[in-house]
């Protein structure tokens, strides 16, 4: 998933919740989609098994989306 979104220059808004999403998943994907598309504005992460590790990657990247 991540690597087809890298490319997209247009997506705007993207929601992957209750996709079971733990620390270790999110670190590539932001990586891939917040950092290298500069479009989007919305990500919806709900419902997901996020932990501490994946909150402290999140807080330090969304700042420079």
Do not use: M, Y
């Not at 890298?6 to 992957?16: C, F, G, P, Q, V």
């Not at 079971?20 to 989609?33: C, K, L, M, V, Y």
Request: aromatic share 4%; net charge negative.
């Amino acid at each position: 998933l991540g690597a087809a979104l890298k490319t997209n220059s247009t997506l705007e808004e993207l929601s992957i919740s209750s996709c079971n999403f733990r620390d270790s998943d999110i670190t590539g994907f932001t990586q891939d989609i917040i950092q290298d598309n500069g479009a989007l504005v919305s990500l919806n992460l709900a419902n997901n098994k996020l932990g501490v590790e994946g909150a402290q990657h999140l807080a330090k990247v969304l700042p420079t989306w």
